[in-house]
């Protein structure tokens, strides 16, 4: 048998390994997915892919997408069910207060917790070439993951059985804590206080983006009436402008305690 025979050989035995190591992965993946859910799911290809970040499907080809168009709107259901429960346990609250109450529960820091809690950096497919496991953006990676999952169980299970992963997951472990919640929407703050002191409500501009599509990095500046305020950088245009607006809203309110001495 010549050289050249053999090393095909091998290469074929190789992809077959690596495909039998692949797939037993994914139902591995699964098993943990549906001890989370506290069902089976009848779509596993859905939840593969609510589970496979962006550089893991431009580097590998088992999954064949990511999980960004069910992140996309898992942050919409999300924002619902947490919405109807604020909605229905603060009758007497104002919108304002409920729009603030919601953010604590599902921003980006708050779902990367969640999902810590839930060992899901256990399950989540991203590549670890390019997104450190102690890393910021590990924290993005797992939020979005949190979020694509809540997409997922809404196909495969419909509205009951995702408000119940939100509640057991989302809403029941933390809704004590948020008696005495910080607020962290430093642009919704920064937007309050424009429309109450009568001044140009602020206006976001990105300075800087670079960085490949898994590793993005913003920077972002903001401006109020005629004065740049605020400059934030972030791994996503979300994040910069939060950090922006925490730097203006910061400024503003510094220069207010002057006026009440």
Request: glycine residues 6%; charged residues 30%.
């Amino acid at each position: 048998m010549s050289f050249s025979l053999i090393e095909k050989l091998k290469d074929i035995l190789s992809l077959k390994n690596n495909s039998k190591t692949k797939q037993i992965n994914h139902d591995k993946m699964i098993r943990g997915i549906q001890r989370l859910l506290g069902y089976p799911v009848k779509n596993k290809e859905l939840f593969l892919e609510a589970l496979a970040h962006r550089s893991y499907v431009e580097t590998f080809h088992d999954i064949p997408k990511s999980n960004e168009r069910l992140e996309f709107l898992g942050d919409s259901i999300l924002g619902f069910i947490v919405g109807k429960f604020l909605f229905e346990n603060f009758p007497g609250e104002n919108e304002g207060f409920l729009t603030k109450y919601r953010s604590y529960f599902v921003n980006k820091n708050a779902l990367a917790k969640t999902a810590r809690e839930m060992e899901l950096e256990n399950l989540v497919l991203y590549n670890k070439r390019f997104i450190k496991p102690d890393s910021e953006g590990l924290n993005t990676v797992l939020a979005d993951c949190l979020e694509a999952l809540t997409a997922a169980v809404y196909f495969d299970a419909g509205m009951e059985k995702t408000e119940e992963f939100v509640r057991r997951w989302i809403i029941d472990p933390h809704f004590d804590q948020t008696k005495n919640f910080v607020d962290t929407n430093y642009k919704g703050q920064l937007l309050e206080y424009s429309h109450a002191h009568k001044i140009a409500p602020p206006v976001y501009k990105i300075l800087k983006e670079e960085g490949p599509a898994h590793k993005k990095k913003y920077v972002v500046q903001v401006k109020v009436g005629d004065k740049i305020l605020g400059t934030g950088e972030g791994n996503n245009k979300k994040n910069a402008e939060q950090s922006a607006a925490k730097e203006a809203f910061l400024k503003l309110k510094a220069q207010e305690k002057p006026q009440n001495n």
